[in-house]
């Protein structure tokens, strides 16, 4: 009787550990697609920017719903401001490491993409996120450069001392700054869903664009549903200043 009831509390134990660590890994990897969801935001912009600026100031793109296209610069730092946060959703969970640092796995993915890209992409690779491209191989790269450097910029902090060092610098001067970084995202998430809507919008009149133009449409609805979601949770306003 007594073994029997020991069997069922470490059944319940190791289920209540597989558990755990299934939630923390999904936090992790939620963390990770908020930031590579940033990264894409700042690419789709910076591919838009650079194929539709010359009329700039008097740009309107996606006309008549967008009244001027200097608003995807608010879109921008919105992406901008979103990624700290979205680090620190799984900055201290304790996924464990395998072998090494998750740095590393990150170098390795942005060095074999690159590779990739220089012997099998179509356009050149300083071009490479600023071209319009429906080559799979082109894309391809694209997703796995970023998401390299997602891993990368996630476990930063860990590349060296010097550089923990310079980015709680940062984040001192970010903690004296943290009301208007705050107020930042409010106003940068709203920029970002009313773009969100703009272009969405022009799209639904314009299906021959829809299709490829989806991605970058989704983009611009998660990251403004992220800064409404952190300027709800108060995180920039719950830095910490460093010691």
Not at 63 to 75: A, E, I, K, R, T
């Amino acid at each position: 009787m007594l073994y029997s009831q020991k069997v069922k509390f470490q059944s319940r134990v190791l289920r209540a550990c597989m558990i755990g660590s299934v939630s923390v890994i999904a936090k992790k990897l939620f963390s990770l697609s908020l930031i590579l969801n940033s990264l894409l935001t700042l690419v789709f912009v910076a591919e838009f920017v650079f194929n539709s600026y010359r009329d700039f100031p008097y740009w309107q793109p996606f006309s008549p719903y967008l009244f001027n296209g200097s608003v995807f610069f608010l879109v921008i730092v919105a992406a901008l401001v979103n990624i700290f946060p979205s680090a620190s959703v799984g900055r201290y969970l304790h996924t464990g490491r395998f072998l090494f640092h998750h740095y590393v796995y990150g170098c390795f993915v942005l060095v074999s993409s690159t590779v990739y890209v220089v012997f099998f992409a179509s356009v050149s690779f300083f071009t490479l996120f600023l071209v319009y491209s429906s080559n799979v191989a082109v894309n391809a790269g694209r997703f796995f450069l970023l998401a390299g450097f997602t891993l990368f910029l996630d476990d930063l902090p860990d590349v060296s001392k010097r550089v923990d060092v310079s980015l709680n610098r940062l984040k001192s001067l970010a903690y004296r700054g943290r009301r208007v970084i705050y107020m930042l995202q409010l106003f940068t998430g709203f920029a970002s869903f009313y773009v969100f809507l703009a272009v969405s919008l022009w799209a639904s009149h314009h299906l021959e664009w829809a299709a490829g133009g989806s991605f970058m449409i989704g983009s611009f609805l998660v990251t403004s549903l992220t800064s409404f979601a952190f300027v709800r949770r108060k995180e920039w306003l719950k830095i910490a200043p460093t010691k």
